[in-house]
């Protein structure tokens, strides 16, 4: 829902063109609406992964993680995004939250990134942060998981007593498989989002 000055002339001649557009959030649609689009045009949705299930497989290959029953699920991006916060702090806030949810809740933590490489031998992005936040983390109730298609991450979502985020799709996981979810919002555009 943020754009810059200069891409106005493009946005508004997708807008005259295009036949139907679709908005995730309300703010995107009044955005449009602003723009000049026509209002029998615009309809606002929701997100595309708000339509993925997991089917066997994906919860088989969760069964094979042998992971335990009573977890909280995680998903966080590498850093915090913005220059408020060092990526320390950043990473022990989180580390932090992580070990007093796991004392209230009796629960380990599974940490899942949303970014990063499916090449085993590669580790990047979110599996960095991932591993710096089990790294900074009090006790061994906390495991990092690989990359996995977004329908495991849902069954994986699913067994979970709670999930908590700063990334976007996982908060739209939470919901979706009926799970408790905190969305942390890092920056603007990740709070219009998540809302």
Same mark, same amino acid.
């Not at 493009?10 to 997708?14: A, D, F, K, S, T």
């Not at 998981?145 to 996995?148: L, P, Y």
């Given at each position: 829902p ?7 002339p ?5 807008l005259e063109y *295009?036949?139907?557009?679709g *908005?995730?959030?309300r703010k995107s $649609?009044?955005i449009?609406?602003d723009?000049g689009?026509?209002?029998d045009?615009?309809t606002?949705?929701?997100?595309? &992964? ?7 497989d994906?919860? %088989?290959r =969760? ?6 029953s009573n977890?909280? =699920?995680? @998903? ?6 913005n220059p ?7 990473t022990g806030?989180i580390a $932090?939250?992580l070990?007093r949810l796991k004392? %209230? ?6 940490l899942?990134?949303h970014a990063?490489s ?5 580790? $990047?992005?979110d599996?960095?942060?991932?591993d710096?936040?089990?790294? *900074? ?7 990092g =998981? %690989?990359?996995?298609s977004a329908?495991e991450v849902?069954?994986?979502t699913s067994?979970s007593?709670l @999930?908590?985020?700063?990334r ?8 979706l498989?009926?799970?408790p979810?905190? &969305?942390?919002?890092l920056?603007?555009?990740?709070s219009?989002?998540m809302?």
């Open positions: 943020v754009f810059r000055e200069i891409k106005l493009l946005i508004q001649e997708i *295009a036949s139907c557009l *908005a995730r959030e $649609k009044q449009m609406l723009l689009a026509s209002p045009r615009v606002h949705g929701m997100d595309d &992964a708000a339509l993925l299930s997991p089917n066997a994906d919860h %088989e =969760i069964d094979r993680l042998l992971l335990p977890f909280i =699920i995680g @998903s966080f991006a590498a850093h915090a995004g408020s916060m060092t990526t320390n702090q950043y806030e $932090k939250t070990d004392q %209230e809740f009796d629960a380990d933590v599974v899942v990134p990063g499916m090449d085993r031998t590669v580790r $990047k992005d599996q960095i942060g991932n710096r936040i089990l790294a *900074a983390m009090t006790d061994g109730r906390a495991i =998981i %690989e990359m996995m329908r849902i069954a994986l067994r007593i @999930s908590l985020s700063t976007y799709h996982p908060t739209v996981f939470g919901p498989a009926g799970v979810s905190i &969305a942390l919002a920056n603007y555009y990740s219009v989002r809302r």
